[in-house]
């Protein structure tokens, strides 16, 4: 048996395509727990809504495959799931006009056992889902994604300064929030 984790993603991609189901499952399967967490994260930082991100979470692997299967030229795995993932997103979005106000764990990677710790974290979660919506996404992509600006302006399909002004103004909003709360921890 081929050993798949050893594979880069154009060879899997490929492998995708093979006539033997089983290859073409193993070949999925490992894109999949590659980038899963990742996608998943995303929709949960950016969109808020949990059950929301699981219906959504599903479709777009399922898009991936078909895309995959259609020949579709993927330069970037990564950034192809996160277009999927976010145009779905704004779709369902758009079609139940739903507000998301679920606020849990965006930061839980970060927030250490103690109490202080775990209270300071919420306070940035909170913080992060007041943005603005257009600079919440720049800002998560950035900090949680590790996108450089090239790679969000690209993503998004915006200028480059558009990019850097969304994440400036985004720290800045971050910061004004937080400075009330953390001058009262001192």
């Known amino acids: 048996m081929q050993e798949y984790t050893n594979l880069t993603d154009k060879e899997l ?16 399967t490992e894109i999949y727990n590659r980038y899963n967490k990742r996608i998943y994260l995303y929709y949960r930082k950016v969109f808020g809504d949990k059950s929301f991100g699981d219906d959504v979470f599903q479709e777009t692997f399922l898009k991936f495959l078909k895309a995959v299967e259609n020949e579709t ?3 970037n795995v990564l950034s192809f799931l996160l277009k999927i993932a976010r145009n779905l997103s704004l779709n369902q979005k758009r079609t139940n006009n739903k ?19 775990k209270e300071l974290g919420q306070l940035i979660e909170m913080a992060v889902e007041l943005l603005p919506e257009n600079y919440k996404e720049a800002f998560i992509l950035q900090v949680y994604e590790d996108f450089s600006y090239q790679e969000i302006a690209d993503f998004l399909e915006l200028p480059l300064p558009t990019i850097r002004n969304r994440i400036v103004r985004a720290k800045s909003k971050l ?12």
């Open 73 to 75: 030229n993927i330069d």
């Open 99 to 117: 507000i998301f106000t679920e606020l849990e764990e965006i930061h839980s990677i970060y927030i250490d056992k103690q109490y202080e710790n």
């Open 13 to 28: 991609l490929i492998l995708i395509n093979a006539d033997d189901n089983k290859i073409k499952s193993s070949a999925f």
């Open 175 to 186: 910061r004004e929030t937080l400075t009330p709360y953390l001058e009262v921890q001192r």
